[in-house]
C-alpha cells in the first residue's frame, strides 16, 4: 500500500507539470488553433534563465521572477515573428514553423548558456515529508500547489475578467469576436504571453526535482501535448485531469511494470484514447459542414 | 511552363541528369559519401510526398518504419541467415504489415490528432529498438552485415570504392522510387489520392473509399521509409536507435514540405538541402540547431508551397 | 415503380428538429425539385440521402434496396451522385482532371499496376480521360480542360461539379442550386443540361432557388418549410397552393425586411 501511495504521488507531481504544460498548449491553441510545440521550450527556459540569474549572484524568488518575465517576452516575440505572419497556414506548415522554433530556440539556449545539466535548491529545503509511509519532498508539494494556483487564477480569468472573457470569445468565434470589438491580435499576443509564462513558472517550480538543460524542452511538449490531447483539445479542464492522469499513469509503470518504458505507457494510453474518443476525454465533436 | 516542369519525363531526367553528372565536379570521394545520404533521405522523402502531398495526410512517426527496415538488415542475417538484400525485403513488408494494421486507426483522425498518433507510433518504436538491447544492442547501436553487390560487381569487372557504390546505388534507387511515385500521381490510384486530398466528402460522393485510400498511401510512405532505412544501415555498416527516433520523422517531414510536399522534385531538392546543411555547419557545429530551426521557419512562413512550387510561381509569374 | 423512395426521414441537431418526417417518390427519368425557404432543411435532406450525415428517423431506399446511413461512396457504387451547394472542388488539380476524378469507379483497378504504370493501368487512366473530355464538352467547359479548376469562374465549377457527377454514369442525380451564381444564359444551358440527362433515365434531385427554372423543368415539387414537408404536387398546382405561398411569401417579406434593416 505505501508502494502504491508512493507512485500515486511521484505521479501527481510529474503530472502537475504536464498539465502545466498541457494548459499552455489549450491557452494558445483557443486563442490561435496553433498546437505550439515550442511550449516545452518556455519550461527549459524557466528554469535555465533561473539557473543562471541566481548564479550571476540574484536572489533565487527574483531570480525566478526575472525568467518567468523573459520568456513571457520570448513567448510574445515568437507569436508576432512566426505565428502571425503565417495566419492561415496548413497545419503540417505550423506544426513545422512551431518545430522549428522549438530546435532554435534550443540552438540559442545552448550558444547563450552552454550545454551542462543544471539545478538550483529547493525552495523549502530537501528534507522528505512522511505521509503514510510514503515520502514525498517539499518541493513537489510546491509543484502541485503551483499548478493548482495557477488553474484557479485563470479560471477567475477566464470566468471574472472581461478581458478573460474576451479571450473566450475569440476561441470560440474569431470573426464574431472582432465584430463585436474584440482586439483579436492582442488577445493572441496575452494567450502566447500567458503561455510561456505559465510554462516557465513549471520549470522553475520542477527543476530542483529534475534538473535542467538546454535540451529537456521537446520530451515535455510531448507528454504536455499528449496530456491535452488525453483531456480533449482546447479545454483547460481537459488539460488539468489529462497531465495528472499522464503522471500517475507513467508512474505507475515505472513502478510496477518497468521503468524502461514509462514514456511508452503515456503513448500507448495516448493511442488507445485516441482510436476509442477521438476528441479525447472532454473534447467538442466537431460537425462537418458541407 | 509549370506543366513541363512536372511531367513525369522531365522530372525523371533532371534527376537522373544530376545524379550522373554531379560525380565529375566531387572534389573527394567525401561528397560521394554526402550524396548517398541524400539519395537515401531522397527516398523516405518521395514516400511521404504520396502521403503528405498527394493524400494530404500528416505522419511524425515515419522514422519508425525506417527503423524497421534498418534493424531488419542487422537481425534478419543473424537470427534467420537472411541474405541482407532479402533482409531489406522483408522489412519492407513487416514495415507494410505493421503499417496496415497502425494505419487503419489512426488514419481515422485528422490534422493534430493524427499528427500526434503517429508521433507515438513512431517514438514506441524507437523506445522498442533502444530498450530491448540484449537484441538490438540498445542505444550503442548494432553491426550490419555487407550487401555484398560491390564484390559481385568487382567480378564482373566494375570496380567501384564503397562510397561510389552507395552513391551510384542509392542514386538508382531514389530514380526508381520517384518514377513509381510520378506514375502513381497520374494513375486512378493518385487521382484519388489527390481527390481525398482537395475534398474528403466529394471524394466519397465519387465513389472513392477514403479510409482504404489513405490507407494505401501510408502502407506504400511506410515501405518507402523501410527501404531508406534499409538501405542506411546497409551502407552505414552500422545502425542506432537514431534512426528511429522523433527527429529523424521530423526531419524527413521538414524535408518534404520544405522543397515542396506536392512534387517529387520539390521534395527530394528539400532532402538535399537539409542533408547537406549540417555538412557545411560542421564548421560552426553550435550553430547547426539554431540554423535548421531558422530555416524552417523561414521557408515555412515566406513559401508556404516549399522552395520549388514557390520559385516556379514566380517565374511564371514574371513570365505572363 | 419508383427508383428512389424516401420514408418519413428525420434528423435533430442539438436537440432541434431540422428535418422531420419527410417522405416522398422519385421514378426513373423524373426531374422532383426540393424548394422551400432558407433553412428550410433542402440541403440537411440532401446529406441524408446522400450518406454525409446519419439520419435519426426514416428510411431511404434505392431501387428496392435500404441505403439508409450507408457512407457516400457504397452509395456511389449503387449509382447516386451529387453535387454540393457550396463548391467541393478537388484543389490543386486541373478540370480534367476533377473531371477524370470523377470516374473513379470506373478507373480504379490494382494499385500496383498504377505503381508501375502497366498497360493495364493507362488504358484504365485514357478510357476515362476520354470520357472527361466528352462531358467537359458536354458542360461547355471542353476548352478549360488544361486549366487550374480553381481559375474557373463559380458557375464553370458548378457546370464542372455536375460533369464530375455524370462521370459516375449515375441512375440518381442529387444536384444541390447547380444555378447559384450563374447568369440568364448560363442557367438556361444548366436548364438544357438537366432535361437531357433526365431524357436518358437519370431521376433528379434538384434543390434550386431560381423559382422559374424550378417550374420549368420539375415533374413533380416538394415543398419543405421548418423542416416538414407542407405540399407536394406538380409545378402547376404547387404555385397555387396557398400554404406554399404563405410559407414563400412570409419567408421573402421576412427577408426584405432583414435585408432592409
Given at each position: 500500500?505505501?508502494?502504491?501511495?508512493?507512485?500515486?504521488?511521484?505521479?501527481?507531481?510529474?503530472?502537475?507539470?504536464?498539465?502545466?504544460?498541457?494548459?499552455?498548449?489549450t491557452?494558445?491553441?483557443?486563442?490561435?488553433?496553433?498546437?505550439n510545440?515550442a511550449?516545452?521550450?518556455?519550461v527549459?527556459?524557466?528554469?535555465?534563465i533561473?539557473v543562471?540569474?541566481?548564479a550571476a549572484?540574484l536572489?533565487?524568488?527574483?531570480a525566478?521572477l526575472?525568467a518567468?518575465?523573459?520568456t513571457a517576452?520570448?513567448g510574445v516575440?515568437l507569436?508576432?515573428?512566426?505565428?502571425?505572419?503565417a495566419?492561415?497556414?496548413?497545419?503540417?506548415s505550423?506544426?513545422?514553423?512551431?518545430?522549428?522554433?522549438s530546435?532554435?530556440?534550443?540552438?540559442?539556449?545552448?550558444?547563450?548558456?552552454?550545454?551542462?545539466?543544471h539545478?538550483?535548491?529547493?525552495?523549502s529545503?530537501?528534507?522528505?515529508i512522511?505521509?503514510?509511509?510514503a515520502?514525498i519532498l517539499?518541493?513537489?508539494?510546491?509543484?502541485?500547489?503551483?499548478a493548482?494556483?495557477?488553474?484557479f487564477c485563470?479560471?477567475l480569468?477566464?470566468?471574472?475578467?472581461l478581458?478573460?472573457?474576451?479571450?473566450?470569445?475569440?476561441?470560440?468565434n474569431?470573426?464574431?469576436?472582432?465584430l463585436?470589438?474584440?482586439?483579436t491580435?492582442?488577445?493572441?499576443t496575452?494567450?502566447f504571453?500567458?503561455?510561456?509564462?505559465?510554462g516557465?513558472?513549471?520549470?522553475v517550480?520542477?527543476?530542483?526535482?529534475?534538473?535542467?538543460?538546454?535540451d529537456?524542452?521537446?520530451?515535455l511538449?510531448l507528454k504536455?501535448?499528449?496530456?491535452?490531447?488525453?483531456?480533449?483539445?482546447?479545454?483547460?479542464k481537459?488539460?488539468l485531469?489529462?497531465?495528472?492522469?499522464?503522471g500517475?499513469?507513467e508512474?505507475?509503470?515505472?513502478g510496477?511494470?518497468s521503468?524502461?518504458?514509462?514514456d511508452?505507457a503515456?503513448f500507448?494510453?495516448?493511442?488507445?484514447?485516441?482510436?476509442?474518443?477521438?476528441?479525447?476525454l472532454?473534447g467538442?465533436?466537431p460537425?462537418?459542414?458541407v | 511552363?509549370i506543366?513541363?516542369l512536372?511531367s513525369k519525363?522531365?522530372?525523371?531526367?533532371?534527376?537522373?541528369a544530376?545524379i550522373?553528372?554531379?560525380?565529375?565536379f566531387?572534389?573527394?570521394?567525401y561528397y560521394?559519401r554526402?550524396?548517398?545520404?541524400?539519395?537515401?533521405n531522397g527516398?523516405?522523402?518521395?514516400g511521404?510526398v504520396?502521403l503528405?502531398?498527394?493524400?494530404?495526410?500528416?505522419?511524425?512517426g515515419h522514422?519508425?518504419?525506417a527503423g524497421?527496415?534498418?534493424?531488419?538488415c542487422?537481425?534478419?542475417?543473424i537470427?534467420?541467415?537472411?541474405?541482407?538484400a532479402l533482409?531489406?525485403?522483408?522489412?519492407?513488408l513487416?514495415s507494410a504489415?505493421?503499417?496496415?494494421?497502425?494505419?487503419?486507426?489512426i488514419?481515422r483522425?485528422?490534422?493534430?490528432?493524427l499528427?500526434?498518433a503517429?508521433l507515438?507510433?513512431?517514438?514506441?518504436?524507437?523506445?522498442?529498438?533502444?530498450?530491448e538491447?540484449?537484441?538490438?544492442?540498445?542505444?550503442?547501436g548494432?553491426a550490419?552485415?555487407e550487401?555484398?553487390?560491390?564484390a559481385?560487381?568487382?567480378?564482373?569487372?566494375?570496380d567501384?570504392?564503397?562510397?561510389?557504390?552507395?552513391y551510384?546505388?542509392s542514386?538508382?534507387?531514389?530514380?526508381l522510387?520517384?518514377?513509381?511515385?510520378?506514375?502513381?500521381?497520374?494513375?486512378?490510384?493518385?487521382?484519388a489520392?489527390r481527390?481525398?486530398?482537395?475534398?474528403?466528402?466529394?471524394?466519397?460522393?465519387?465513389?472513392v473509399?477514403?479510409?482504404?485510400?489513405?490507407?494505401?498511401?501510408f502502407v506504400?510512405s511506410?515501405?518507402?521509409a523501410?527501404?531508406s532505412?534499409?538501405l542506411?544501415?546497409?551502407?552505414?555498416?552500422?545502425?542506432?536507435p537514431?534512426?528511429?527516433g522523433?527527429?529523424?520523422?521530423?526531419?524527413?517531414?521538414?524535408?518534404?514540405?520544405l522543397?515542396?510536399?506536392?512534387s517529387?522534385l520539390g521534395?527530394?531538392?528539400?532532402a538535399?538541402?537539409?542533408?547537406?546543411l549540417?555538412?557545411?555547419?560542421?564548421?560552426?557545429?553550435?550553430y547547426?540547431?539554431?540554423?535548421l530551426?531558422?530555416?524552417?521557419?523561414?521557408?515555412m512562413?515566406f513559401m508556404?508551397?516549399?522552395?520549388?512550387?514557390?520559385?516556379?510561381h514566380?517565374i511564371?509569374?514574371r513570365?505572363? | 415503380?419508383?427508383?428512389?423512395?424516401?420514408?418519413?426521414?428525420?434528423i435533430?441537431f442539438?436537440?432541434?428538429?431540422?428535418?422531420n418526417?419527410?417522405?416522398?417518390?422519385?421514378?426513373?427519368?423524373?426531374i422532383v425539385s426540393v424548394i422551400?425557404p432558407n433553412?428550410a432543411?433542402k440541403?440537411?435532406?440532401?446529406?441524408?440521402?446522400?450518406?454525409?450525415?446519419?439520419?435519426?428517423?426514416?428510411r431511404?431506399?434505392?431501387n428496392g434496396?435500404?441505403?439508409?446511413?450507408m457512407?457516400?461512396?457504397?452509395l456511389?457504387?449503387?449509382?447516386l451522385?451529387?453535387?454540393?451547394?457550396?463548391?467541393q472542388?478537388?484543389?490543386s488539380m486541373?478540370?480534367?482532371?476533377n473531371?477524370?476524378?470523377?470516374?473513379?469507379?470506373?478507373?480504379?483497378?490494382s494499385v500496383f499496376a498504377?505503381?508501375?504504370?502497366?498497360?493495364?493501368?493507362?488504358?484504365r487512366s485514357?478510357a476515362?480521360?476520354?470520357?472527361?473530355?466528352?462531358l467537359?464538352d458536354?458542360v461547355?467547359?471542353?476548352r478549360?480542360?488544361?486549366?487550374e479548376?480553381?481559375s474557373?469562374?463559380y458557375g464553370?465549377?458548378k457546370?464542372?461539379e455536375?460533369?464530375?457527377a455524370?462521370?459516375?454514369?449515375?441512375r440518381?442525380?442529387l444536384?444541390?442550386?447547380p444555378?447559384?451564381?450563374?447568369?440568364?444564359?448560363?442557367?438556361?444551358e444548366?436548364?438544357?443540361l438537366?432535361?437531357?440527362?433526365?431524357?436518358?433515365?437519370?431521376?433528379?434531385?434538384?434543390?434550386?432557388h431560381?423559382?422559374k427554372?424550378?417550374?420549368r423543368?420539375?415533374?413533380h415539387i416538394?415543398v419543405?418549410?421548418?423542416g416538414?414537408?407542407?405540399?407536394?404536387?406538380?409545378?402547376?398546382?404547387?404555385?397555387r397552393n396557398?400554404?406554399?405561398?404563405?410559407?414563400?411569401?412570409?419567408a421573402?417579406a421576412?427577408?426584405?425586411?432583414n435585408?432592409d434593416?
Amino acid at each position: 500500500m505505501p508502494e502504491l501511495l508512493q507512485f500515486l504521488l511521484s505521479g501527481i507531481t510529474v503530472g502537475a507539470v504536464y498539465a502545466l504544460v498541457a494548459l499552455g498548449f489549450t491557452i494558445i491553441y483557443n486563442a490561435s488553433d496553433v498546437v505550439n510545440f515550442a511550449q516545452g521550450e518556455f519550461v527549459m527556459l524557466g528554469g535555465m534563465i533561473t539557473v543562471f540569474a541566481s548564479a550571476a549572484g540574484l536572489p533565487l524568488p527574483l531570480a525566478a521572477l526575472i525568467a518567468i518575465i523573459a520568456t513571457a517576452a520570448i513567448g510574445v516575440a515568437l507569436n508576432k515573428l512566426a505565428i502571425e505572419p503565417a495566419r492561415g497556414a496548413p497545419v503540417v506548415s505550423l506544426i513545422i514553423i512551431t518545430i522549428g522554433a522549438s530546435i532554435f530556440i534550443r540552438g540559442a539556449t545552448q550558444l547563450v548558456f552552454d550545454k551542462q545539466i543544471h539545478r538550483f535548491p529547493a525552495f523549502s529545503g530537501d528534507q522528505p515529508i512522511l505521509i503514510g509511509g510514503a515520502t514525498i519532498l517539499p518541493q513537489s508539494l510546491w509543484v502541485i500547489a503551483g499548478a493548482l494556483a495557477v488553474f484557479f487564477c485563470l479560471w477567475l480569468f477566464f470566468t471574472r475578467t472581461l478581458i478573460g472573457r474576451a479571450v473566450l470569445a475569440t476561441a470560440n468565434n474569431r470573426v464574431a469576436a472582432q465584430l463585436v470589438g474584440i482586439n483579436t491580435n492582442y488577445v493572441m499576443t496575452l494567450s502566447f504571453a500567458m503561455s510561456a509564462a505559465i510554462g516557465a513558472l513549471a520549470g522553475v517550480l520542477v527543476t530542483p526535482i529534475t534538473l535542467t538543460s538546454y535540451d529537456v524542452g521537446l520530451a515535455l511538449a510531448l507528454k504536455g501535448f499528449a496530456a491535452a490531447m488525453l483531456g480533449g483539445m482546447g479545454n483547460p479542464k481537459g488539460a488539468l485531469v489529462g497531465g495528472l492522469l499522464l503522471g500517475v499513469l507513467e508512474a505507475m509503470t515505472a513502478g510496477y511494470i518497468s521503468s524502461q518504458y514509462k514514456d511508452a505507457a503515456a503513448f500507448v494510453v495516448i493511442l488507445a484514447v485516441l482510436f476509442a474518443m477521438p476528441q479525447g476525454l472532454f473534447g467538442r465533436k466537431p460537425t462537418d459542414r458541407v | 511552363m509549370i506543366m513541363r516542369l512536372s511531367s513525369k519525363a522531365t522530372t525523371l531526367l533532371i534527376l537522373a541528369a544530376v545524379i550522373a553528372i554531379a560525380p565529375f565536379f566531387f572534389p573527394s570521394s567525401y561528397y560521394f559519401r554526402v550524396g548517398s545520404l541524400i539519395f537515401v533521405n531522397g527516398l523516405a522523402v518521395t514516400g511521404l510526398v504520396i502521403l503528405i502531398g498527394y493524400a494530404g495526410q500528416i505522419s511524425l512517426g515515419h522514422a519508425g518504419f525506417a527503423g524497421i527496415g534498418a534493424y531488419a538488415c542487422a537481425l534478419a542475417p543473424i537470427h534467420l541467415g537472411l541474405h541482407p538484400a532479402l533482409a531489406a525485403i522483408l522489412g519492407a513488408l513487416l514495415s507494410a504489415a505493421i503499417a496496415f494494421l497502425v494505419g487503419r486507426p489512426i488514419l481515422r483522425l485528422k490534422g493534430y490528432y493524427l499528427a500526434v498518433a503517429s508521433l507515438g507510433f513512431g517514438i514506441l518504436v524507437s523506445m522498442v529498438l533502444s530498450n530491448e538491447a540484449q537484441l538490438t544492442g540498445g542505444p550503442d547501436g548494432m553491426a550490419v552485415p555487407e550487401l555484398g553487390l560491390r564484390a559481385v560487381l568487382k567480378a564482373v569487372g566494375i570496380d567501384l570504392s564503397n562510397t561510389e557504390f552507395w552513391y551510384a546505388f542509392s542514386g538508382l534507387a531514389l530514380v526508381l522510387g520517384a518514377w513509381l511515385a510520378l506514375n502513381l500521381y497520374h494513375s486512378p490510384t493518385g487521382r484519388a489520392l489527390r481527390a481525398l486530398h482537395g475534398s474528403e466528402v466529394a471524394a466519397r460522393t465519387v465513389g472513392v473509399d477514403v479510409a482504404h485510400y489513405k490507407l494505401v498511401a501510408f502502407v506504400i510512405s511506410a515501405i518507402y521509409a523501410s527501404v531508406s532505412g534499409s538501405l542506411l544501415a546497409l551502407q552505414n555498416k552500422f545502425i542506432t536507435p537514431d534512426v528511429a527516433g522523433f527527429m529523424h520523422s521530423i526531419e524527413m517531414v521538414t524535408m518534404a514540405v520544405l522543397g515542396g510536399a506536392g512534387s517529387v522534385l520539390g521534395a527530394i531538392l528539400g532532402a538535399a538541402i537539409l542533408t547537406t546543411l549540417p555538412q557545411v555547419l560542421t564548421v560552426f557545429q553550435e550553430y547547426e540547431q539554431l540554423m535548421l530551426g531558422l530555416v524552417m521557419m523561414l521557408v515555412m512562413i515566406f513559401m508556404r508551397e516549399g522552395l520549388l512550387p514557390s520559385v516556379a510561381h514566380r517565374i511564371r509569374g514574371r513570365g505572363e | 415503380m419508383s427508383l428512389l423512395q424516401i420514408e418519413g426521414l428525420g434528423i435533430d441537431f442539438g436537440g432541434l428538429r431540422a428535418v422531420n418526417d419527410v417522405g416522398f417518390s422519385l421514378k426513373p427519368g423524373e426531374i422532383v425539385s426540393v424548394i422551400g425557404p432558407n433553412g428550410a432543411g433542402k440541403t440537411t435532406l440532401f446529406n441524408m440521402i446522400s450518406g454525409v450525415y446519419a439520419p435519426a428517423r426514416g428510411r431511404v431506399v434505392l431501387n428496392g434496396e435500404d441505403i439508409t446511413r450507408m457512407p457516400p461512396h457504397m452509395l456511389a457504387r449503387r449509382g447516386l451522385s451529387r453535387t454540393f451547394q457550396n463548391l467541393q472542388i478537388f484543389q490543386s488539380m486541373t478540370v480534367l482532371e476533377n473531371a477524370v476524378a470523377g470516374h473513379h469507379l470506373h478507373e480504379r483497378g490494382s494499385v500496383f499496376a498504377d505503381l508501375f504504370s502497366l498497360p493495364a493501368a493507362r488504358r484504365r487512366s485514357k478510357a476515362s480521360e476520354d470520357s472527361a473530355r466528352a462531358l467537359l464538352d458536354r458542360v461547355g467547359l471542353g476548352r478549360a480542360a488544361e486549366q487550374e479548376a480553381s481559375s474557373l469562374s463559380y458557375g464553370a465549377l458548378k457546370r464542372l461539379e455536375i460533369a464530375r457527377a455524370l462521370a459516375l454514369k449515375p441512375r440518381v442525380l442529387l444536384l444541390d442550386e447547380p444555378a447559384a451564381g450563374c447568369n440568364a444564359v448560363e442557367t438556361e444551358e444548366i436548364d438544357h443540361l438537366i432535361a437531357q440527362v433526365a431524357a436518358e433515365g437519370v431521376s433528379i434531385l434538384l434543390v434550386e432557388h431560381d423559382m422559374k427554372m424550378v417550374m420549368r423543368i420539375s415533374n413533380h415539387i416538394v415543398v419543405l418549410d421548418h423542416g416538414e414537408k407542407i405540399a407536394e404536387g406538380e409545378p402547376a398546382a404547387i404555385a397555387r397552393n396557398p400554404r406554399v405561398i404563405e410559407a414563400y411569401l412570409g419567408a421573402q417579406a421576412t427577408e426584405a425586411q432583414n435585408a432592409d434593416g
